[in-house]
């Protein structure tokens, strides 16, 4: 029988490309995402490969809006295998005392909250049917610290204990959660950031021992694997994919 997998953030970047590499394994797919056309266009493509898919909208920053993607996927799967609990944003990359409140309210709302939810809605159905897996999504500003994104930072070093500390309570119940902590990865996302602050991209690649951005298709790769049983006996690590860069700092 197919599994089924629901991916935030589906419509572009990481999550568009984790969506088409689970499907090459078969694997049933909801794509949530707040925008429309992106996560529409992750389904049709996902749907021409052969698998089953549709689109949720939702903005995981809303609990109610969290509990119906979930409710969706269980009301048309019955179930709910995979997790990848990645929708998020990076922020403007002003200091920290030039963020205003509003600010530093959306990043946490999305990043951390909207990822909290997920675990909460999901893990509560993946429990009851007797398991499955979860990655949430981290990044190098997870695991150390950097300047430009301390509210983003914040959060996703949040996502690391959400991540170990999930297992301590629900591994006995065959819950599996992982998260991944990728470098600068040429998605949209990034290639914004780097176009409003140009002087933070020569920077960073030149801090890649590897002296390259990721690639989506990379972190996708890890993802899946992390997902599906071929990593079953891998529960609460956080996988850096940054072709060295926070191992060297
Ligand atoms: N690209 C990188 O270099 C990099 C590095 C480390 C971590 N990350 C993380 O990877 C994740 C995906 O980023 P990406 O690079 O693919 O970015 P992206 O902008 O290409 O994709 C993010 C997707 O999330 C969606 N989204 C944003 N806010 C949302 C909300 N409130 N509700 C639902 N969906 C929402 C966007 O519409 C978009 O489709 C993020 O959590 C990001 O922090 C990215």
């Not at 490309?17 to 049933?28: D, F, Q, S, W, Y």
């Not at 490969?49 to 689109?55: A, E, H, K, P, R």
């Not at 979860?134 to 430009?148: F, L």
Request: hydrophobic share 40%.
């Amino acid at each position: 029988m197919n599994k089924v997998a629901i991916v935030t953030g589906g419509g572009s970047g990481l999550g568009q490309a984790v969506a088409l590499r689970l499907e090459k394994e078969g694997v049933h797919i909801v794509v949530v995402d707040i925008q429309e056309e992106g996560g529409n266009a992750t389904v049709e493509k996902v749907k021409a490969l052969g698998v089953d898919s549709f689109f949720v909208k939702a903005d995981v920053s809303k609990p109610e809006e969290v509990k119906n993607y979930v409710d969706q996927t269980v009301n048309r799967f019955g179930t709910i295998d995979y997790f990848f609990n990645n929708a998020g944003i990076s922020g403007s990359g002003k200091f920290f005392l030039d963020s205003t409140i509003e600010e530093i309210n959306q990043i946490v709302g999305i990043n951390l909250l909207g990822a909290l939810y997920g675990a909460h809605y999901v893990g509560e159905v993946v429990v009851n049917n007797g398991g499955g897996s979860i990655v949430n999504t981290s990044s190098s500003a997870g695991v150390i610290g950097q300047d430009s994104v301390v509210t983003y930072s914040a959060t996703k070093h949040g996502i690391v204990g959400l991540t170990k500390s999930l297992v301590a309570e629900y591994a006995k119940d065959g819950l599996r959660v992982n998260a991944i902590a990728p470098g600068p990865t040429e998605t949209p996302m990034v290639k914004a950031f780097y176009e409003a602050n140009p002087e933070m991209k020569e920077n960073a690649t030149r801090g890649i021992p590897q002296k390259r951005l990721g690639t989506p298709e990379e972190v996708a790769e890890l993802v899946t694997f992390l997902l599906t049983s071929k990593a079953e006996y891998i529960n609460g690590e956080v996988i850096r994919i940054d072709g060295g860069f926070t191992n060297t700092k």
